[in-house]
């Protein structure tokens, strides 16, 4: 059964660093990409970014590049998600998420997505003093 | 971003058809996927490049396109239908775009 599992809820104190975790299983972890998704309480989903867990390359939306860092670790078939300095307006849920890879012919080839298949059942971060 | 525009919320009677739409320049020229979000659980995609039904999705569920408006219809909607409805596609410079969301209601 191919499964996103995430690391569970966290609470903490603004200024204070973290990490969450996603594992994939029952797939290839290589194999596809996995983003990452933001919903604050009562709200809609926010597209993160997006990394290819093969090569770690990365793309931030520009609502969070510099506010969050994305990475990969393929030999534990785990994506992470990192805040350096929290703050109460982080306070959400996160949801991992696997996109399948889309190759569009160019030259060289190029690595692209369309939407998701596979969702995590969520992490939530709770920021406050 | 939110780049694409949903209704925020849709009300039928069981039994009706529900249509929620979403639009923007983005689905014209890229795929669009729908998640089902319901209370307390992560979102489940329910349509796939603009018309497929996902796998386990009942057939009431379906999806149509025209020009920079695509529509999911629920045929027959049951209470257990009631959710958040996002629809997804993404630009030209590759970053994934969601709609704000459209709550239905069936009832």
């Known amino acids: 059964e191919v499964q996103l599992v995430q690391s569970g809820a966290e609470v903490k104190r603004p200024g204070e660093s973290l990490r969450i975790s996603c594992k994939g299983s029952g797939y290839s972890f290589t194999s596809y990409w996995i983003a990452w998704v933001r919903q604050t309480p009562g709200k809609g989903l926010e597209w993160m970014g997006i990394?290819?867990?093969?090569?770690?390359?990365?793309t931030y939306s520009p609502s969070f590049q510099g506010q969050v860092t994305m990475s990969a670790d393929k030999s534990i078939s785990t994506a992470f998600l990192q805040w350096s300095s929290l703050k109460a307006s982080d306070t959400a849920m996160y949801y991992c998420?696997?996109?399948?890879?889309?190759?569009?012919?160019?030259?060289?080839?190029?690595?692209?997505?369309?939407?998701?298949?596979?969702w995590g059942q969520g992490t939530t971060v709770t920021v406050s003093s | 971003s939110h780049d694409l525009t949903q209704p925020p919320s849709v009300s039928v009677s069981p039994g009706q058809t529900a249509r929620i739409t979403c639009s923007g320049d983005?689905?014209?020229?890229?795929?669009v996927y729908w998640y089902q979000q319901k209370p307390g659980q992560a979102p489940v995609v329910v349509i796939y490049?603009?018309?497929e039904r996902a796998s386990g999705i009942p057939e009431r569920f379906s999806a149509s396109s025209s020009g920079t408006t695509v529509t999911l219809t629920v045929s027959g909607a049951r209470a257990e239908d009631e959710a958040d409805y996002y629809c997804?596609?993404?630009?030209?410079?590759?970053?994934?775009?969601f709609g704000r969301g459209t709550k239905l209601t069936v009832l």
């Open positions: 983005a689905v014209a020229k890229h795929y």
């Open positions: 997804q596609s993404k630009d030209n410079n590759d970053f994934v775009l």
């Open positions: 490049k603009d018309s």
């Open positions: 990394i290819y867990p093969d090569d770690s390359r990365t």
């Open positions: 998420a696997r996109l399948p890879v889309v190759v569009v012919p160019a030259s060289p080839p190029k690595f692209s997505y369309y939407g998701v298949d596979v």
